[in-house]
């Protein structure tokens, strides 16, 4: 710590501000005359500004400020002199080299027998909140939320942020007023501030104007009372709304899938039993082979629409838990192998005996993309090659066939939910459940090029 020796110092603060303690703090400490004049001042001033102890001595506070700033520090300093007590100001600490540190100074007055000898203060660095305060200040401005601030008596200290355009509001007209004057046609709002001033941590969404928000409330709690409540709401008004049509959707699709598991299923039921019986009964079969086929189609069908709807309403959770591959795997070839003659399934090697991440779902990766290589296939006599190799963490399952083969630019796009094949032979539906299963279970799928034509498409899922 450096003293002018040129000038004299109380000696009632010798026995409090001792050197060593003051140069020790992180804040910079001075002691100034009644005109301003450093007197007294610790080593963090010279290591922020720059300047030597030697350049310090017999500079006026004011001088280590910028011009914009400095009338508030030399005001400042007045007023501790003539009004006798402590003042706080915010200014930019100007550097040797001219940089701006911005800085928040306090000071007090020193009195000597009675008289005002001096102030004495420190100054702390307020980079940080500068930097919090532009943060939130970049926040409040462009994302629809309001903090607010209560106090016990329920008058709002505080209110900014942009949800309050949505209800027509400016943050310094509700500064000053209750909580009830404010929000009176809405009396759950001051029900729940009055739960948190009690002490209860809350979380509630309210319409306000028909705007609806999602509001955390926080009691401010210091020795043991209440002295406010702070909190923040967002205005979730368009997500509410999303979640709305989604919910109605959801009924929709309800209603749809029981349509597709009871009525349509039971037709099929009749029909294909009876489509059957016929198949021997008439000259020329053709007509009822094609019946048969249409109606095991629209079978296959209903049961991938069902399961769609069932994992996008979430009646059926898809939680990954070890699943045995081998025979889920070996199960639907087979099945594929039943309903389809003319085709030709093949499994390379053997498949391995291994478990993957899946659920009780995983049977209908397989149907739908066995089901299309065989449905898209433009051959008399398709040829469908399945693989599954290990590779490190993973299990790779191939579903290859000799057909047409799919478009360079329609290799992500076929997965989409809105897809479907140019020759009209599917909805595509089938594909996007795949996708959605996969992605779920922590895989992945996409399509490559068969040799010498066709397609494989590539399953990797996670072993378990």
């Not at 598991?261 to 000259?283: E, Y």
Request: hydrophobic content about 35%.
């Amino acid at each position: 710590m450096y003293t002018n020796t040129s000038a004299s110092t109380p000696a009632s603060l010798d026995p409090h501000l001792r050197a060593e303690v003051l140069d020790a703090l992180e804040e910079v400490y001075y002691f100034l005359s009644p005109e301003g004049d450093l007197l007294q001042w610790n080593d963090r001033v010279t290591e922020v500004t720059g300047y030597a102890d030697e350049e310090v001595e017999g500079m006026n506070a004011a001088e280590f400020f910028p011009a914009d700033h400095r009338d508030r520090v030399v005001e400042a300093v007045a007023t501790v002199a003539a009004e006798e007590r402590k003042v706080t100001v915010e200014a930019d600490y100007l550097t040797k080299d001219g940089r701006r540190l911005p800085y928040e100074f306090s000071g007090s007055p020193v009195f000597e027998d009675g008289t005002l000898s001096g102030v004495i203060g420190i100054g702390r660095d307020v980079s940080e909140r500068r930097r919090r305060e532009r943060l939130m200040e970049t926040v409040t401005n462009n994302v629809p939320i309001v903090l607010f601030g209560v106090d016990p008596d329920g008058v709002f200290t505080l209110a900014r942020g942009q949800g309050l355009e949505a209800l027509d509001l400016e943050g310094e007209e509700l500064v000053g007023h209750t909580v009830d004057e404010v929000y009176a046609d809405t009396p759950a709002v001051g029900e729940n501030i009055e739960r948190a001033l009690a002490g209860e941590r809350l979380r509630d969404t309210i319409e306000v104007d028909g705007r609806t928000f999602d509001t955390w409330y926080r009691p401010v709690v210091r020795g043991g009372d209440v002295e406010g409540v702070v909190g923040v709401s967002m205005d979730v008004t368009d997500r509410q709304t999303y979640e709305d049509r989604l919910e109605d959707t959801n009924e929709r699709l309800e209603v749809l899938n029981r349509m597709v598991r009871h009525d349509i299923r039971n037709d099929l039921a009749v029909l294909l039993p009876w489509a059957k019986a016929v198949r021997g009964q008439v000259d020329d079969e053709t007509n009822v082979e094609r019946v048969i086929d249409a109606a095991e189609h629209i079978k296959q069908l209903t049961e991938t629409a069902q399961e769609y709807v069932d994992v996008v309403t979430g009646n059926k959770t898809v939680d990954p838990e070890p699943t045995a591959l081998e025979p889920v795997l070996r199960e639907e070839i087979r099945l594929r192998r039943s309903m389809y003659e003319s085709a030709e399934f093949r499994v390379v090697e053997t498949i391995p005996d291994v478990s993957v991440a899946a659920n009780e779902l995983l049977p209908t990766v397989f149907r739908n993309l066995l089901n299309n290589a065989v449905q898209h296939n433009d051959t008399d006599s398709p040829t469908v090659t399945v693989r599954v190799t290990e590779v490190e963490e993973s299990v790779c399952i191939d579903v290859a066939d000799d057909g047409p083969g799919v478009a360079d630019d329609r290799t992500e796009e076929i997965f989409g939910k809105r897809e479907r094949f140019t020759d009209g032979s599917g909805s595509g539906i089938g594909l996007h459940l795949v996708y959605t299963l996969v992605d779920r279970y922590g895989g992945e799928v996409w399509v490559e090029d068969n040799d010498p034509r066709g397609a494989v498409f590539r399953v990797k899922l996670p072993a378990a």
